[in-house]
């Protein structure tokens, strides 16, 4: 018994036990997996458990940092849309007090361009912060990402504006299929600013939406074609086109290209004995009458005012459908097409 307690002892002495690794400082763990959150994929549900795996307590402040300036953003950006839009929905001259309280599309403009660069050093901070695995000082941003509640909201905000965005670009996907989905030459040409291709035909696919799809019911009109606007493309819809929407900057002195500008005249030698039936010009302060004259006897619909955005949008989904129609019926049973409403407004 004794030899073999002997034994066993000096086989347990020679045994060499491997001390544990000495754990790293948190700091020093991997940080990479935190900045994924402030490109706004921390909202899905897996990769938020996933991100969560970092830096312990880190992790979750720079996913609640995120959360509330996506969500600022979101928030900010639907307010200057939907002040966009009302603007463009009241008639400077009879809105009386309700379009005074509402600033005009060029100052959202500049008031949102602030915003934005406050916002971008901001999010700039908390990306570096991330990079870096460190937490970091974002003054205001980390008393709201401090309330969890609060974090929730801008959470569910973010998510319903990703659905919001998924969804518009579906319909946008769906226009410009419909464009090509027709056999047949189309007789309804839908011009766009492309901003020398810096903005996608999805964008407008999604825009021009309803004159897209009710070209696309119409048995006249054959469908839509979808074109970035260039003097090539004009002259195009002008020789071929029944309904010819002209989405460009305007002035008195005609339509506003890249690098030079077209007047009526030069519009109207384009038809090359064609006529159009109905001519949308969405340029700003155009000299109507002229342009009246000059493409006789093609119906124009044009501003010889300040124009927003917005209120071309309006436009597009609320009346330009029934216009499309209103070419089938040529009689006027469908209460055939109504120029738009042309008075000076502000600016």
Known sequence: MNLKRHIMENRTDRLSVPEPEPRRPAEERPHWI????????GVFPGLSRWISRGIPGICDLHAARAHVLLGLMVLMTGCFLGLGLAWGAVDPQSGGWISRLIPDEWTLRVAFRRFLLVWLVFWGAGLIYAVRGVRGSLPGIDFLAGRPGIVR????????????????AGIGFHGLWLCRGKSGSPRCFLLYESMDGRLPAILFGFGYYPMIRAAFRSQHLGGAVLLPLNETNLARAMREGEFVFVGAHGSESGILLADHILSPDDVARMRTGHVPR?????????DVERWKSALAPAQVLAWERQVGTAEHIAWIWRKSASIIRSVDHPSGTDGGPSPPDTRHGNG
């Open 34 to 41: 935190i900045v994924p959150v402030y490109f706004g994929l």
């Open 153 to 168: 909201m801008f959470r569910t905000l973010v998510q319903t504006a990703l659905v919001l965005l998924i969804t518009a």
């Open 278 to 286: 109905v001519v949308y010009l969405a340029g700003c302060h155009a």
